[in-house]
């Protein structure tokens, strides 16, 4: 079943954010030199990049302001899944490696608790980076608080999805039960 586009992104940013992503190589994976921060500058508050190394095989490249300050701490240079509930970071792990893997974009709602307690709804579109040669190398991530849900115990981190869609850029998605995969013309 086809979902509408506004359905698919709530928040306007990850409009932009799309926007901004597929018209940088025509709706094919961009290269990474050609990702520049300036031309989204409202959004990159609230973005992070990913790229392979580090401890749990991902670290953060870069961690916006907002995302910074709504968690408590710099994550910028951290292992990626620092944060993420036990049960939930293997998975977060696996679709990270899947993402850039493939390649393909994945649209997620998840919540999140901030260090003081805030527990709100995020919608994270991800979208890979290419090196000069084609291959996945980065993973840019654009996180939009689209509902504040409660206030809970005051400790950061993530859970499991409530949401999870992989976005076909051309090289298919994952086969796996735990996402519906959306097509480049549903978003």
């Known amino acids: ?7 698919i992104l709530e928040h306007p940013g990850s409009v932009t954010m799309w926007s901004y992503w597929s018209g940088l190589n025509a709706g094919r994976m961009p290269s990474a030199r050609d990702w520049d921060p300036v031309r989204i500058p409202k959004l990159m508050p609230w973005c992070t990049i990913f790229e392979r ?7 953060i490249r ?3 302001t907002a995302i910074c300050d709504f968690y408590g701490f710099e994550m910028t240079g951290n292992p990626v899944g620092r944060i993420a509930a036990d049960n939930a ?3 977060y792990l696996d679709s990270i490696e899947e993402a850039l893997a ?3 974009g994945r649209l997620t709602r998840i919540e999140g608790r901030s260090n003081m307690g805030k527990v709100c709804q ?3 579109l991800s979208l890979p980076l290419s090196d000069d040669d084609g291959s996945a190398l980065r993973l840019v991530n654009h996180q939009a608080i689209v509902d504040t849900i409660t206030y809970g115990d005051a400790r ?4 499991r999805p409530s949401l999870s869609v992989w976005l076909d850029i051309g090289a298919g998605v994952p ?4 996402v519906r995969p959306a097509k480049m013309s549903e978003i």
């Not at 190394?53 to 670290?59: A, Y």
């Not at 950061?156 to 859970?159: A, L, Y």
């Open 122 to 124: 995020f919608e994270v």
């Open 89 to 91: 970071r293997d998975q």
């Open 62 to 64: 870069f961690a916006g």
């Open 102 to 104: 493939r390649p393909c």
């Open 53 to 59: 190394g580090g401890e749990t095989g991902f670290r």
């Open 1 to 7: 079943m086809a979902e509408s586009f506004p359905h």
């Open 175 to 178: 086969e796996n039960g735990n």
């Open 156 to 159: 950061s981190e993530f859970s």
